[in-house]
């Protein structure tokens, strides 16, 4: 796992690249109540805005981590935002992207690098 200093995770397997919130995250936006996901088929640039979460404390915007094509995206967090406080590293992920170019995920921490960032 990769992890963005906008407190994303990131998982690789066979080119597709799964994308969620942190632990960390869901904790510090508090309870979320509202998520809105990317069009699969939508060709995103790193950076993107491509999620809209909200939280009973702020609204915030998910950037794509990486250059590519939205391939699948979870629509049982829209349809129940609360399961992304439940299992945010887990079953709660936002989408998946077909990576335009893997090498993008170099830039991002492991899992100990991320845990001195928030430390």
């Known amino acids: 796992m990769k992890y963005t200093e906008e ?8 080119g597709i690249v799964t994308v969620g ?13 509202f998520v809105e996901l990317p069009e699969v ?3 995103v640039s790193k950076d993107d805005e491509i999620v809209v979460i909200e939280s009973v404390k702020a609204a915030s915007d998910i950037l794509a981590p990486i250059d590519g094509e939205i391939v ?16 945010p590293e887990g079953d709660a992920w936002f ?17 100990a690098g991320y845990k001195d960032f928030i430390g």
């Open 7 to 14: 407190h994303e995770w990131l998982e690789e397997a066979g």
């Open 21 to 33: 919130i942190t632990a960390h995250a869901a904790e510090e936006l508090g309870d979320i109540v």
């Open 41 to 43: 088929g939508t060709e």
């Open 72 to 87: 699948e995206v979870n629509e049982a967090i829209v349809n129940e935002p609360a399961k992304v406080n439940e299992d």
């Open 95 to 111: 989408f998946k992207i077909k990576a335009a170019d893997l090498s993008q995920m170099d830039d991002y921490m492991d899992e």
